[in-house]
């Protein structure tokens, strides 16, 4: 069973039950597996949406050689990898092989696991993240992450969004922070729904609009690398293709990292997509080519569903 994770430091810390995350993780097992053939993967798209290489590019974010120890045990190991800014990434692979314990180095929420280790080097802009002088409550802001299961605070639809300008001191005055209350809502596609309901609670939205609620928090505090860990696997097809949407929208002004289960989701999102097993990143490179023409048996087997 997975740890609870908190949303960001900096808020109250809703938790879920272990019977909803369970839930959850039956339904995304359920749409996520067992892999589809590698023939009804579509990257069409993909081929001509995803820029070239990356050589010569500035990295957002690199890590290398993180390897992460719960206790004794080693889920992770010496993994490295670029993520670049205008890129959807995507971390594929079977269950527990690691996607989620890496994403969680990227902002360090792993320092929230007290059994958890974390040896290696991450980058932010060049800037060792690792560093115990690294201020988390900061990076968290530039690194936000949104969680499998929505989970907006129990509070007002603008207090959800208002909350981390607020405590970050990104607003002078009351007209500002409505301001980037309305953009985050817009940005996450959410404003012409919620706009005359701003003062209901975020917890009685539907589920997908809860999720793009979340999203909307984590622009507010205006990140430069969004987190997604399962985003859609609580979510009903709709709510999914919304997110889907979503993510293509927000691309062009932010580094995505997504997990997901679903690998015809991530051919649908991502330029760029690193397959994990047994805890290694087996493979990393452009979507349409790790689908189409992976360089590792392992990831072969993967995606023409021989092992999920
Ligand atoms: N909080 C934790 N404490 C101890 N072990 C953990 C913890 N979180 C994850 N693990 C273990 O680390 C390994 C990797 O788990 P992780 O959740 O990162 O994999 P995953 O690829 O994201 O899996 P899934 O797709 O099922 O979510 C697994 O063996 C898991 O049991």
Redo the contacts with the bound molecule.
């Keep these: 069973m ?2 609870k994770m908190p949303i960001t430091p900096v808020t109250p810390v809703p938790t879920e039950s272990a019977a909803t995350a369970a839930a959850a ?1 039956e339904q ?1 097992l359920s749409e996520g597996t067992p892999p589809e053939p590698a023939p009804r993967i579509d990257v069409s798209s993909q081929a001509s949406a995803a820029p070239e290489l990356d050589t010569g590019r500035q990295p957002k974010m690199s890590a290398d050689d993180v390897s992460v120890f ?2 004794d ?1 080693r ?2 190991k010496d993994v490295s990898i670029r993520i670049y800014e205008d890129l959807v990434t995507a971390f594929i ?10 994403l969680r180095c990227l902002n360090r929420m792993n320092d929230t ?1 007290p ?2 280790r974390v040896t290696g080097r991450i980058e932010l802009d060049g800037e060792d993240i690792m560093s115990a002088s690294m201020d988390v409550v900061q990076l968290r802001a530039r690194v936000g992450m949104v969680f499998q299961k929505p989970n907006p605070f129990p509070k007002s639809i603008y207090e959800n969004v208002a909350y981390g300008p607020r405590i970050h001191g990104l607003s002078k005055s009351k007209t500002e922070l409505d301001e980037i209350v309305e953009k985050s809502l817009k940005r996450a596609g959410l404003w012409d729904e919620v706009k005359d309901r701003l003062a209901e609670s975020g917890t009685a939205l539907s589920g997908g609009q809860q999720q793009r609620l979340c999203i909307a928090r984590a622009i507010a505090v205006d990140p430069e690398v969004i987190l997604m860990d ?1 985003p859609c696997s609580a979510l009903d097809p709709i709510a999914t293709a919304k997110i889907e949407e979503l993510i293509h929208e927000l691309r062009g002004r932010y580094a995505i990292a997504i ?1 997901t ?1 679903n690998m015809q989701q991530a051919a649908r999102v991502s330029q760029r997509t690193a397959f ?1 097993h047994l ?1 290694e990143m087996v493979e990393y490179g452009k979507t349409s080519e790790i689908f189409t023409n992976p360089r590792e048996q392992r990831t072969q087997d993967y995606i023409t569903g021989r092992y999920g």
């Design positions: 997975k740890e993780k995304t719960y206790g045990k889920a992770l692979g079977p269950s527990g092989c690691g996607k989620s314990t890496f696991i059994s958890a399962e997990v289960h994990f805890g």
